[in-house]
Nanobody
Framework: QVQLVETGGGLVQAGGSLRLSCAAS????????MGWFRQAPGKEREFVAA????????YYASSVKGRFTTSRDNAKNTMYLQMNSLKPEDTAVYYC???????????????WGQGTQVTVSS
């Protein structure tokens, strides 16, 4: 019911910033809870952040809390991930996801984007 496309990835030096965008299709974007996940080579998928359908509530993994901020603009059908103070450990493919249910660490949302590469150099 919703298609997702991530953009904004790239190469950045440690300490720098990037902003990822997740553009959604469809007329029901505002009904979905949204989230960000990442996966580094050889590693399991890791939860990064989530935001409620209205944008009123956010949740972050401890590894990114205080550095990353997720937000959404339902009028534009877009979710954002502002990443500051980036570290080499943040290097991964970042995916956005959508679920009519709440998104949490142990959930598996049914809708995913194709991913965008974020590489943080030393």
């Amino acid at each position: 019911q919703v298609q997702l496309v991530e953009t904004g990835g790239g190469l950045v030096q440690a300490g720098g910033s990037l902003r990822l965008s997740c553009a959604a299709s469809g007329r029901t974007f505002s009904r979905y809870n949204m989230g960000w996940f990442r996966q580094a080579p050889g590693k399991e998928r890791e939860f990064v952040a989530a935001i409620s359908s209205s944008g009123g509530s956010t949740y972050y993994a401890s590894s990114v809390k205080g550095r990353f901020t997720t937000s959404r603009d339902n009028a534009k059908n877009t979710m954002y991930l502002q990443m500051n103070s980036l570290k080499p450990e943040d290097t991964a493919v970042y995916y956005c996801a959508a679920d009519l249910r709440a998104i949490a660490v142990h959930t598996s949302p049914p809708y995913w984007g194709q991913g965008t590469q974020v590489t943080v150099s030393s």
